[in-house]
């Protein structure tokens, strides 16, 4: 069986606020992260391939909240206003997480 995903997730139950390009800053739920990237639930729609600026709290990986700069890779509605989506950090932004 091939496995797709290059970099281990965590499963996690923290925070991330996505900053827009724009200056707006959406919060969501920080479902799980990898070196490369997250997955993310939120009250917010995102569009392919839009840049943000995720500051990532993670208090079982950080000290602090971290910032990255990620791309939006995939989202999609889930239930009324609930949206599920992915992030990519790049192989230049990816994190030490281990």
Known sequence: M??????QRFVLNDSVSL????GREKRFLLKDLSARGAGIIGNFSLNLNESVKAIINAPLFFDRP???AAKVVWCQKIDGDLWQGGLDFGLE???AIL
Do not use: F, G, L
Request: charged share 50%; no cysteine.
């Open 66 to 68: 971290i910032s990255k």
């Open 2 to 7: 091939h496995y797709r995903r290059d970099y």
């Open 93 to 95: 932004e990816k994190i």
């Open 19 to 22: 900053i827009t390009d724009e």
